[in-house]
């Protein structure tokens, strides 16, 4: 997985967050999963998990179909 076009959705994706006053930053990459941190209001709202599931991990294995999974930590 290249790191800067890794790089490049994650900062689509956080433009998206920033709009909803949330940020996300990227921890680590294993064996195909991908470990994020949800920042700001994104971290505490009751639809982060929601969030997590059906707009992150959408994206990023759109993006990286190898991706097995993606987690927060």
Do not use: H
């Amino acid at each position: 997985m290249n790191r800067d076009a890794l790089g490049k959705v994650i900062d689509e994706i956080r433009e998206g967050l920033k709009k909803e006053g949330g940020d996300i930053e990227l921890v680590d990459v294993r064996d195909e999963v991908i470990y994020v941190r949800l920042l700001g209001q994104c971290s505490s709202c009751m639809m982060a998990g929601l969030t997590m599931k059906n707009w992150v991990e959408r994206k990023l294995k759109e993006a990286f179909p190898e991706v097995k999974e993606v987690r927060a930590v």
